[in-house]
């Protein structure tokens, strides 16, 4: 009866605990971030808890403000995924979905889209994750299998006050 007892309070805490990691995912990404890619600074990036810490919100733009978009990324308590919805100036409304897969944060399109008469899949990829430093890629597939790089960015946390 003792060692049930205990099974039961060991398996609730480590599901606790569990819990805390999968809706903290996001957390690494909180602070100001200078984004990179073709080797030069090209966008900032602000990202912030909002709403009583239950969403984080997502700031970008190119270093000339000629692109701006939004994300607002919750965790879904019921079914213990991330979804995220970004907007942005061209127009663009994704809706996306994932959480931590391994080391990464792999957020996919919910919905795909028909390119060239093909069904070409979307996902984000969040990678080499440090404490001032990521790598971040939109990637598409035809089968969700291979994946290509259309974008990628490396991010570095701006220091600066």
């Known amino acids: 009866m003792k060692k049930t007892l205990l099974a039961l ?13 999968t809706e903290n995912t996001f957390d690494f990404w909180l602070g100001k971030w200078d984004a990179y890619w073709s080797d030069s ?16 919100e997502e700031n970008f733009s190119f270093n000339d403000k000629t692109f701006i978009g939004k994300s607002w990324t919750v965790f879904d308590a ?3 995924t991330w979804k995220q919805t970004w907007v942005d100036d ?15 944060v792999i957020l996919t399109m919910t919905d795909t889209q028909i390119q060239k008469g093909k ?11 440090e404490k001032d ?3 971040w890629d939109w ?16 991010y570095k946390r701006n220091k600066k006050k």
Request: overall charge positive.
């Open 9 to 21: 309070i060991l398996f609730s805490l480590s599901m606790q605990i569990q819990s805390q990691n």
């Open 41 to 56: 600074l090209r966008g900032t990036n602000i990202i912030q808890k909002i709403l009583k810490n239950k969403i984080v």
């Open 78 to 80: 019921n079914t213990k």
């Open 90 to 104: 061209a127009g663009a409304y994704l809706l996306l979905t994932g959480g931590q897969e391994g080391k990464d």
């Open 119 to 129: 069904t070409v899949y979307m996902r984000m990829i969040f990678y080499n994750i």
């Open 133 to 135: 430093s990521f790598d």
């Open 139 to 154: 990637q598409s597939s035809e089968d969700k299998e291979k994946w290509t790089t259309v974008w990628g960015i490396k």
